[in-house]
């Protein structure tokens, strides 16, 4: 069946601005969660507790914060996370094992230099320590983050044991200078022998489109597939808006979303939007257009997580602005997650951006073909940008992509 080409991407039924993020998500069958740096604060707590049907540890699950030492483990921070998330029945996300970032100072420095063997023995040690802790608590695991550099330059080769972006001292340790990268299959094998319970996924950030980096991860997670290691994929989703040329971190175009989510659900795996964000310029302080179009690409997000079925968790990565890494990362963005830093009734206050993840998650009719995904900057003259900022001239046509995802509103 050919379906007529419509200008929107949703059509939504009645919102009422009283219904939750966390039971919209349950009543879709997704889970709508929230990165969270700690869970102290009453209104940071009652907002999660409200809004959120999943949670994952910012920071405090990371190598650097568990594995203080080479025979010493410290738990207290992601416990506090994790327990208040099971406690509520939230979906639970475990973030990360293998990451170039964020290492313990004993292993990060040039002082530590094990070999090969010793290094995969200590690997195997963290990974089945961690996931023991955890056992039955968490349930998916992003065990392998960023192995591919940034800027589609290929694999991280380990050139180098400092904390640089194209550096891993993973990599450097087993061999991947000489372009053996056993260490990623070798981490999936100990978590899949660790906890044959808990889903294990593959992370990584600027691969959500089509493009050379987006190639190489989907080879990646089809090798491990194919030998039975990997579930899913994590989508970070770190994006901007407004019309801007500068930068690369935060690539997307919304109809490549669509064709990459089809190759990689057609592996058999399940897309997990892990880290969603989505800055804009903070100085000047943003216009009303400005925000319109922030709230069009949430919406547009989500409903593009929505029409592909194996797409089951859309998480921000954080809660409310305050919290957010992006001011740090990028001067002069912000403004990044739904909700604000004022609150009311013991709740953060929620943004436009919130109202536009609520409307595509009300809608009855979900459409996800490859133009049918609107391009959300414009520079008033005419010309369109995707939420990179590279020129779009025109979408081409091809109703191979058109599909269509009815649900029957609660």
């Known amino acids: 069946m050919r ?15 009283a219904q939750t993020l966390k039971s919209l998500a349950q009543s879709r069958g997704i889970y709508v969660g929230a990165a969270a740096s700690g869970v102290t604060n009453a209104t940071y707590d009652t907002t999660l507790n409200r809004e959120f049907n999943g949670i994952v540890c910012e920071n ?37 094992f293998i990451w170039h970032k964020q ?14 063997d010793s290094t995969f023995r200590m690997m195997k040690k963290y990974i089945n320590n961690v996931m023991a802790h955890y056992r039955g608590k968490i349930n998916e ?28 001292k993973w990599a450097a340790l087993t061999d991947a200078p000489n ?14 022998r660790a906890d044959s319970n808990v889903l294990l996924i593959y992370n990584d950030y600027d691969c959500e489109g089509m493009g050379k980096k987006s190639n190489y991860v989907y ?21 901007y808006v407004g019309p801007s040329t500068s930068g690369s971190n935060g690539a997307w175009v919304p109809a490549e979303m669509v064709s990459n989510f089809q190759r990689l659900a ?65 001067s002069g963005y912000g403004q ?46 005419s010309h369109r940008f995707d939420l990179r900022g590279r020129l779009v001239t025109a979408l081409p046509y091809n109703p191979i992509f058109v599909t269509k995802k009815t649900v029957n509103p609660k």
Not at 143 to 168: F, K, P, T
Request: charged share 15%; with cysteine.
């Open 3 to 17: 379906f007529l080409f419509v200008p929107a991407l949703l059509i939504c039924a009645g919102i009422s601005h």
């Open 60 to 96: 405090a699950m990371k190598f650097g914060s568990i594995m203080t030492g080479e025979n010493a483990f410290s738990y207290s921070g992601a416990d506090a996370i994790v327990n208040f998330g099971v406690a509520r029945g939230m979906y639970v996300r475990g973030h990360n």
């Open 103 to 116: 290492m313990p100072g004993w292993f990060s420095g040039t002082t530590y230099v094990p070999s090969r």
């Open 141 to 168: 695991w992003d065990i392998v983050n960023e192995a591919v550099a940034r800027d589609s330059s290929g694999m991280r080769l380990g050139s180098g044991y400092s904390d640089a972006s194209q550096n891993s």
């Open 179 to 192: 372009h053996n990268f056993d260490y990623i299959d070798s981490a999936f094998a100990y978590a899949r």
């Open 219 to 239: 080879n990646i997670v089809a090798g491990l597939k194919n030998k039975g290691l990997v579930d899913g994929i994590g989508l970070q989703c770190h994006f």
């Open 266 to 330: 057609a592996l058999g795996l399940r897309i997990s939007l892990t880290e969603v964000d989505m800055r804009i310029q903070t100085n000047p302080a943003p216009d009303s257009a400005l925000l319109a179009k922030q709230r069009e690409g949430y919406k547009t997000l989500m409903g593009i997580c929505l029409a592909q079925p194996a797409c089951k968790a859309f998480f921000t990565w954080g809660v409310n602005d305050s919290q957010s890494w992006i001011p740090g990362a990028f």
């Open 336 to 381: 990044a997650l739904l909700f604000d830093n004022t609150s009311a009734n013991g709740v953060y206050n929620r943004k436009a951006v919130y109202y536009g993840v609520q409307e595509a998650l009300t809608a009855t009719s979900i459409w996800g073909h490859k133009t049918n995904l609107k391009i959300i900057a414009d520079d008033h003259q």
